[in-house]
């Protein structure tokens, strides 16, 4: 810290009590009183120096018979230690003049005239002189004298002393420090030599000094009073310094002053305290309250700019401390902006009451995901994605909000357990996450599973309802597998999950007929797709799919056709016995084989025709059955009536 020596003779004071002697070898002739404490002094050197010394002193010598007069001086800036230094720099007593005391000084010289007119050199212009020349142009020096504005904050605004600090302080914190070598060589870094490399007991060692990050001077700043800080910062916002960069500086502030931001820290640490570091009291209830709400009103209001785990270690902070209600929706505003950036134990709030609530504040966490949910709709990116010419069409946030959803699910499942949870605040809750969020509901399923466990109570009306939140369709083998047999979900819902469980199968075992039947075409299919983007894959799928329902029509219709002839050929059996075994068993032998040979031409005819054209032929097929089998009834009949003629 930089100082300015004054006077040249020794200290000639004495404190004996609470009075102080100048040893000077004169009898005293004047008293100075200020507060508890008194000065016996000389007339000459002090009103020499201070028009209003000088006048107190001659109105007390002319109402005063006695040759020693008494003053008062209870209201000079500073009190008992600044009227000391005072007196030294009238008597010319050395004085060291600092950054710590420099603003009482200046403070109470201007209280007291000590101008020029009453001597050459007095204390305002030295002061003043010290104040440009030395402290403006430090930045350590500027927040010390800074921080000693507190004491005679009237005086210093008066002066301009606090503006000046501000405005300086804030020019070096908007100034890149690479330019002018601070405050990196003030904060103690090692000396430089003049290429820039660092000097170790005077020899350079090549190594070059680390640069400075922008945080550089959160820590200085932290020092300063909860009413000057708030006016450097506004000041530093007005010089365009970063948002993220003032948001960090009040994040940074708000750890120190306010124990209750992170549950690891105690009391015991002094780098949490409101107080000065030596006093070791932590800040009052009421400190902290305010600190918070002022917090609240400084910090911007744009996403990313404070780390999420410190805004929820605000929010609980402000519930215990119980402040305004502006206060709190701010913060749950805050946190559902980036609520996709939360983990679970960031979620877990506890009830600060003493009713007979849940375990965990359910309704703040349902308000912060409406505050999601609203900010995503506002931007118009909250819709749920499409397919349009096989490629995927999504929102941006589609990602976060997947991410939410699996947060919230995992919220309800640490919820779920407490016998105090209502069931239309799970239902609420649950629900509020779109259903486009969640891919699958494998994450609803366990927590509505671990709900209806810890509520047996629940009617099957009330299990019904509860499980309607969740889509079986959405969920996965295993998930149907362990609700299959699940006794706690309603009949209901077991059935629904048998169901679709089933359709899932059957749709496994058709894929793996359809690439057995087509396994040299997927083959070709799977090496024409390797290049391909998303969309040409996903176009590739569809018509799989298209392939692998007509593949499906194509054998339904192929076995009707097999009963249909099977079913003629029983009949034609039946008509030969009745009219001759050995002609119409010929007859239906020959038909028979006809039949046959026909279905086999059918069934290879369908295959190798694998499109939408296969139910026509094989309608015309049927037709051809038909007429032939008119036809070789009526030959067979006259060959027969042929042959008993000539015999």
């Known amino acids: 810290m930089a100082s300015v020596k004054f006077g040249s003779k020794a200290d000639a004071f004495q404190r004996q009590g609470q009075a102080w002697f100048c040893t000077t070898g004169l009898p005293s002739d004047l008293v100075v009183e200020v507060c508890e404490m008194s000065f016996h ?62 603003v009482n000084l200046l403070c109470a010289a201007e209280h007291l005239e000590m101008t020029e007119e009453h001597g050459e050199g007095n204390l305002i212009s030295q002061a003043e002189t010290f104040f440009n020349q030395v402290v403006l142009r430090s930045w350590k020096d500027s927040v010390r004298a800074l921080q000693t504005c507190d004491d005679v904050l009237p005086h210093a605004e008066v002066l301009h002393i606090v503006k000046r600090c501000i405005e300086s302080l804030a020019a070096k914190a908007s100034t890149d420090p690479n330019l002018f070598g601070w405050p990196v060589l003030e904060r103690g870094g090692p000396m430089q030599s003049p290429g820039g490399s660092v000097l170790w007991n005077g020899i350079s060692t090549g190594a070059r000094p680390k640069n400075p990050s922008s945080d550089w001077w959160y820590e200085d700043v932290s020092n300063l009073s909860l009413p000057l800080y708030k006016r450097l910062i506004a000041v530093m916002e007005s010089r365009g310094i970063r948002q993220d960069i003032i948001a960090g500086s009040l994040a940074f ?245 048998l169901f679709f469980e089933q359709l899932q199968l059957r749709t496994s075992i058709a894929g793996c007929f359809l690439v057995s039947d087509n396994l040299d075409g997927s083959r070709q299919l799977r090496s024409g797709l390797i290049g391909t983007n998303e969309g040409g894959w996903t176009s590739a799928v569809k018509e799989n799919q298209v392939l692998k329902v007509g593949m499906d029509n194509m054998r339904m219709r192929v076995s009707d056709l097999e009963n249909e002839c099977s079913n003629m050929r029983h009949e034609i059996d039946k008509l030969g016995c009745t009219k001759g075994s050995s002609t119409w068993g010929a007859v239906s032998k020959k038909l028979g084989f006809k ?53």
């Open 41 to 102: 002094l000389h007339k000459f050197p002090l009103l020499s120096r201070s028009g209003v010394l000088f006048r107190l002193i001659t109105k007390a010598s002319e109402s005063e018979e006695e040759e020693e007069c008494v003053i008062h001086l209870s209201d000079i800036p500073g009190g008992v230690k600044t009227f000391e230094l005072v007196a030294k720099f009238c008597y010319g007593v050395k004085l060291e003049l600092t950054a710590s005391n420099f």
């Open 595 to 647: 039949i046959k040979s026909q279905m086999c031409s059918a069934e290879e005819g369908s295959v190798r025709n694998q499109n939408k054209n296969g139910n026509s032929k094989i309608e015309k097929l049927k037709g051809r059955h038909i007429v032939k089998q008119k036809k070789s009834s009526s030959i067979s009949d006259k060959e027969s009536v042929s042959s008993i003629v000539s015999s």
């Open 253 to 497: 502030y708000a750890k120190r002053y306010l124990p209750g931001l992170n549950r690891r820290h105690a009391y015991g640490d002094s780098s949490t305290h409101l107080a000065p570091v030596t006093s070791g009291s932590p800040p009052s209830e009421e400190d902290q309250k305010i600190l918070v709400e002022e917090i609240d009103q400084l910090l911007p209001m744009e996403k990313g700019l404070v780390h999420t785990k410190f805004l929820f270690g605000l929010l609980r902070t402000a519930m215990i401390l119980r402040v305004n209600h502006s206060c709190m929706s701010n913060l749950e505003k805050r946190i559902g902006m980036q609520l996709d950036q939360a983990t679970l134990d960031d979620l877990l709030i506890p009830t600060f009451s003493y009713s007979m609530e849940t375990l965990y504040n359910v309704d703040c966490v349902q308000r912060i995901l409406d505050h999601f949910l609203a900010m995503d709709q506002v931007t118009g990116a909250a819709s749920p994605c499409s397919i349009d010419d096989g490629r995927l069409i999504g929102s941006p946030s589609l990602t976060s909000i997947t991410m939410v959803a699996k947060l919230i699910d995992g919220f309800l499942a640490e919820v779920a357990p407490d016998v105090n949870l209502k069931l239309p605040k799970f239902e609420a809750l649950a629900a509020a996450v779109p259903e486009y969020a969640r891919p699958l509901d494998d994450g609803l399923y366990r927590t509505i599973d671990i709900y209806l466990k810890s509520h047996p109570w629940l009617v099957e009306s009330e299990r019904e309802q509860l499980c309607r939140l969740m889509d079986c369709q959405k969920l996965s083998l295993e998930a149907c597998t362990h609700a299959a047999q699940n006794e706690r979900l309603p009949v209901r819902t077991i059935v629904q999950v």
